[in-house]
């Protein structure tokens, strides 16, 4: 179904008395929980017209939510009176009009994956969370196992459909493209990479590769892998001390910093480090490569012989395998592991590895009381194909950077563990970046963090005392035009967050 399929059933209304509402109410993140007085399963782009026509007329709070997996409580905030649902706009469809494919902003990355392959071989860029909604993930720019090959999501944006609110409080529904004439240009660039929740409400996506404009769908995105050759190993914690450590760490960091050019041969191999905490055990790798591209076996030892140079522990785990690319390695991650877990994670973008009072910092806190089995800090390759973009091309201003960093608190279950989970977390990444206070301020190691893995901590002067804004951190030189957008086509405000994009001054 797509989001103007006119034979779309209308709008359901679930209240708190409906059987369905704890259900449907189910977020990610269980350390917010909202309690709307009704949720609106959408499944036109009309049916969100009139929620926020609705919305605004009674001067209520409503916020929209596709996959539901933020880091903060954005579509889960107590504040919230109207819960947009937008999961039954799932739609993938090969549209020849526009020579592109339209996927609702409701779909799951899985389905979306399993319906481009399997029926025309193709993909996009994005990420390896199966459960992740497009809306948000788009919207945030979007990345994955594929982006050094290929770009990132929006790199293959062509258009957008959202449901605006004018001046007079009306709803309009606009499709965007990024068409050099199309009056709603600005409206399509916010969201290659401006965030959700923004500038209104996203019910359908087109992507199209640039370039391409072939009536033959299987020409429009980038080819599928067909098998993938993946390594996996394991460093057991039991016998790593910082000297082990570290260097696993600068040899991970070296090899990306040698590699992440545009052009680079390198470009199909893509590699998740998971760091976890003591207390898991292990230290994990995953190198993944498109079994045919050039040399890609050599890549592929090359890197770990790389990788494990002075080292000086073994890992318990190295496996080389060759695998069908959709059904045995994708998907490699499925989050959250805790239907009811809570979780408080930052996120940071890295131009290069860090230094050693951080990579000292980084050991402290991993090997130290505190941390639990699930917190951990994941370094991804980045780079390649996204660093062939201006910065200034699309919303998403950081292509220089050759990893992306997270640090993940852990998860918990009970509301009692909230103040040191998070105090944690809060205390690792603040020392991490102690030296620009707390906080990722782009230097020759950092540039800035990314909108999808949202902190609000950022704004927060206690957590950030830098003097460099949170949006400057987000968005780096783009946020002023990101500014006239939401003037533009939020006047009114009705789209508004922790870490909303606010209007010129």
């Known amino acids: 179904m797509t989001a103007t399929d006119p034979a779309a059933p209308a709008a359901t209304a679930v209240t708190p008395r409906d059987p369905r509402y704890e259900d449907l109410l189910d977020a ?51 504040g919230i009176e109207i819960l947009l649902d937008l999961s039954a706009l799932d739609g993938v469809a090969h549209d020849p009009g526009r020579r592109a494919f ?30 992740v909604g497009m809306g948000g993930h788009v919207a945030a720019g979007g990345y994955g196992h594929l982006s050094r090959r290929d770009g990132l ?66 020409r429009l995105l980038p080819r599928a892998p067909g098998r993938v050759l993946r390594r996996t190993a394991v460093w057991p914690w039991e016998p790593m001390d910082e000297k082990a450590l570290t260097r696993l760490l600068r040899n991970f960091a070296g090899w990306h910093e040698d590699n992440s050019a545009p052009g ?30 050039p040399g890609a076996a050599n890549l592929l030892d090359e890197q770990y012989a790389r990788l494990t140079g002075g080292v000086g522990v073994d890992p318990v785990v190295n496996d080389r395998a060759v695998l069908p690319w ?27 590895g860090f230094t050693d009072r951080q990579l000292e910092t980084v050991y402290r806190y991993l090997d130290g009381d505190g941390g639990n089995p699930f917190a951990c800090l994941v370094l991804s390759g980045y780079g390649c194909r996204i660093a062939e973009a201006a910065p200034e091309a699309t919303a998403v201003a950081h292509r220089a950077p050759v990893m992306k960093a997270m640090f993940c608190g852990g998860q918990w279950t009970s ?3 909230d103040a040191e989970r998070i105090a944690w977390i809060r205390a690792f990444y603040r020392d991490v970046f102690a030296h620009t206070g707390g906080v990722p301020v782009p230097d020759g190691v ?28 987000y968005y780096g030189g783009n946020y002023p ?21 606010r209007p010129p001054a």
């Open 415 to 417: 509301p009692d563990e």
């Open 264 to 293: 680079s041969p390198a470009a199909p191999l893509w590699s998740n480090f998971i760091v976890s905490h003591r207390s898991a055990g292990a230290v994990m790798l995953t190198s993944v490569i498109d079994e045919a591209a």
């Open 28 to 78: 990610y993140n269980h350390r917010f929980a909202a309690r709307p007085r009704e949720i609106r399963v959408a499944a036109s782009a009309a049916d969100v017209a009139d929620a926020l026509r609705d919305a605004v007329g009674a001067g209520a709070r409503i916020a929209a939510r596709s996959g539901g997996h933020c880091f903060e409580g954005f579509a889960s905030a107590p």
């Open 153 to 218: 999501t929006v790199d293959h944006l062509y258009a957008v459909e959202a449901v605006v609110v004018d001046g007079a409080g009306e709803p309009r529904v606009v499709t965007a493209t990024r068409e050099p004439d199309d009056p709603h240009l600005d409206l399509w660039w916010a969201h290659t990479g401006g965030g959700g929740g923004n500038f209104g409400v996203v019910t359908r996506y087109w992507f199209r590769s640039p370039g391409e404009d072939s009536a033959d769908p299987a």
């Open 326 to 352: 959709m059904s045995s390695w994708m998907p490699s991650y499925t989050w959250p592991p805790e239907p009811l877990g809570r979780y408080k994670n930052k996120a940071a973008y890295l131009r290069r």
């Open 102 to 131: 339209a996927v609702g902003a409701g779909a799951r990355l899985g389905p979306v994956y399993r319906a481009l392959h399997a029926r025309w071989g193709v993909t996009l860029p994005a990420g390896t969370c199966f459960d």
């Open 481 to 501: 035009r990101l500014q006239r957008v939401k003037e533009r086509y939020d006047p009114l405000g009705v789209f508004r967050h922790g870490l909303s994009v």
């Open 446 to 473: 950092s540039d800035g963090s990314y909108i999808g893995y949202p902190d609000v901590d950022l704004a927060d002067p206690e957590w950030n005392t830098s003097g460099v804004p949170w949006h400057e951190l």
